[in-house]
């Protein structure tokens, strides 16, 4: 069994997918149905809706270049601003399970969380 795709909601499909490009560092491919697709592995899905629901947790992307994420993510704004064990969410910080991590939050609410893949704890 494997994961293949996980949808995001937002209010904006147009902003959605130009922030997500940018902060995912890749083009977003239209599918349809108001939806744009990120290939992240199992896609990333942008699905356009007038009251858009937040994912109630984080979604958790590993990336090989952790810090070149976290520099697109603060200069969208987008870093989470609470902790996480006691250490900022939206800085780059070795978690006590030993991910090198950050967090951020899109403008819909959805929380992301971004992984160094060569420190991932499995």
Not at 6 to 13: E, T
Not at 42 to 65: F, K, R, S
Request: charged share 25%; glycine share 14%; aromatic share 12%.
């Amino acid at each position: 069994m494997n994961l293949f795709r996980i949808i995001l909601q937002v209010g904006d499909l147009e902003r959605a997918a130009a922030f997500y490009g940018q902060l995912l560092g890749r083009e977003g491919r239209r599918v349809g149905g108001g939806r744009v697709y990120f290939d992240c592995g199992p896609i990333v899905a942008l699905l356009g809706v007038d009251a858009p629901a937040p994912v109630p947790e984080y979604i958790y992307l590993a990336v090989p270049d952790v810090d070149a994420v976290f520099a697109r993510a603060r200069e969208l704004g987008a870093l989470a601003n609470e902790d996480v064990h006691g250490e900022p969410a939206g800085a780059i910080v070795k978690r006590p399970w030993g991910e090198r991590s950050f967090y951020a939050v899109d403008p819909w609410g959805n929380g992301l969380c971004f992984v160094d893949e060569g420190t991932l704890f499995r």
